[in-house]
């Protein structure tokens, strides 16, 4: 990878950005198959570097754009969810053509900060999803019932807006919910028990005016086998969230498997688990995470 001449050309031609979006070939989000299997690549914006045991695996941007190229190479891979810096690197690199692209809107709840719960609308907006001529948002939802400040409200009002924005211009967003607290040490905790799990999903299908764009992005529950009764609570579509793997590839990949054949769940959308897996193999991993569609 040449971050050089990506670097040279973002510093004499801007508008290269802006002409390679409207140059590339699109497709519907829905391919043949009915089913989504989308790369994400939006951690490094929300200072989320780590993978495993290494707390900057991702900081490397040209290790990043060269998985991320690899990996949108595989047969079966519908698209990339990215911050602008990511997305903008791989339309100038023609990695996009003729993939779903999706835009990532907040990155303001910096991971371990004190204000991580405020998660402010500090990437797209629905006007930028539209000018860039992409295909879809996302938006991080992460609600804790025992937050002392304004974190958790203004997200969620801040959420329901966005929704109603996307909605407006035609556009799906992804909402992927959490409740969430903070531990003895500060740091904050998903909580993925079936319970805390149904609730997130009941509050985030409520949000906004419509929801007819929305689809749910959601965490497989540590308990697997609590997904169904998990995913009754919403119609909406949904696509698993794939989180870190860990150590137990073929547990977390069974778990996928598992939760992939629910009646509401269409996809899977997958980052650090499959471009830094624990062997190291992009390809396989890629394709194993296809393959369970």
């Known amino acids: 990878m040449d971050v050089g001449a990506l670097a ?51 900081a490397d941007r040209a290790d990043l754009l060269d ?12 698209g990339v969810l990215g911050t ?18 999706v835009g990532s809107m907040n990155r303001g709840g910096l991971a371990g900060a004190a204000f991580e719960l405020d ?6 907006r629905a006007q930028d999803v539209v000018a860039a001529g992409f ?12 937050d002392p400040g304004s974190g958790s409200v203004a997200t969620l009002l801040s959420a329901a807006r966005a929704v109603d924005a996307m909605a407006a211009r035609g556009l799906p967003v992804f909402v992927e919910p959490f409740l969430c607290r903070r531990g003895p040490d500060g740091q904050l ?3 993925l028990s079936a319970a805390a799990v149904t609730r997130s999903i009941a509050v985030a299908s409520g949000l906004a005016g419509t929801s007819a764009y929305t689809w749910l992005k959601v965490p497989v529950t540590e308990e697997p086998a609590d997904m169904a009764r998990v995913m009754a609570a919403s119609t909406l579509p949904a696509v698993l969230l794939g989180g870190e793997i860990g150590d137990d590839q ?20 997958a980052g650090r688990s499959l471009l830094y897996p624990a062997d190291g193999d992009v390809v396989k991993a890629v394709d194993t995470a296809v393959g369970l569609l």
């Open 67 to 78: 998985r991320l190229c690899l990996a949108l190479s595989r047969p079966g891979v519908d």
């Open 189 to 191: 905790r998903s909580d």
């Open 250 to 269: 073929e547990g977390t990949y069974e778990k996928w498997r598992s939760a992939l054949r629910l009646p509401t769940v269409q996809g899977l959308v």
């Open 84 to 101: 602008a810096d990511v997305l903008e690197d791989l339309l100038l690199l023609g990695a996009l053509e003729d993939r779903v692209v």
């Open 135 to 146: 295909d879809a948002g996302k938006l991080l939802l992460r609600v804790d019932y025992d």
């Open 8 to 58: 040279r050309l973002r510093a004499a031609r801007p508008g290269a950005v802006a002409e390679a979006a409207a140059l590339r070939s699109r497709r519907p989000l829905l391919g043949p198959t009915g089913r989504l299997m989308i790369i994400a690549a939006d951690h490094p914006a929300r200072g989320a570097l780590g993978v495993g045991g290494d707390p900057l695996a991702m």
């Open 119 to 124: 998660d402010r609308f500090t990437g797209y």
